[in-house]
Nanobody
Framework: QVQLVESGGGLVQAGGSARLSCAAS????????MGWFRQAPGKEREFVAA?????????YADSVKGRFTMSRDNANKNTVYLRMNSLKPEDTAVYYC?????????????????WGRGTQVTVSS
């Protein structure tokens, strides 16, 4: 079993910043890829960012590119972060981290096998 716990959400003003953390524990492996997804009310869950196990070059959804930065703790590769800058009201959602067991960091949420419970990010205008 793998447990993923997100933290760092909250209420942020438009234009502000926030940093989300995701800590993995349990039966984790250094070859994991990790991803961030989000789901806004009434909308489907969507890909935000992912980082593969083989390199530290994450990739992003177009909607967040240039504003969000995903990183991995170099000392503890079981922790990933999502730094969110220039937040917009449309970024309001529950943010989830998830593990991709293939190690590739897919944009397809069906590939991910373990999910955190999510953390709410609300951006006020």
């Amino acid at each position: 079993q793998v447990q993923l716990v997100e933290s760092g959400g909250g209420l942020v003003q438009a234009g502000g910043s926030a940093r989300l953390s995701c800590a993995a524990s349990g039966r984790t492996f250094s070859s994991n890829a990790m991803g961030w997804f989000r789901q806004a009310p009434g909308k489907e869950r969507e890909f935000v960012a992912a980082i593969s196990w083989s390199d530290d070059n994450p990739y992003y959804a177009d909607s967040v590119k240039g504003r969000f930065t995903m990183s991995r703790d170099n000392a503890n590769k079981n922790t990933v972060y999502l730094r969110m800058n220039s937040l917009k009201p449309e970024d309001t959602a529950v943010y989830y981290c998830a593990r991709d067991p293939t190690g590739l960091g897919s944009t397809n949420d069906r590939v991910y096998d373990y999910w955190g419970r999510g953390t709410q990010v609300t951006v006020s205008s």
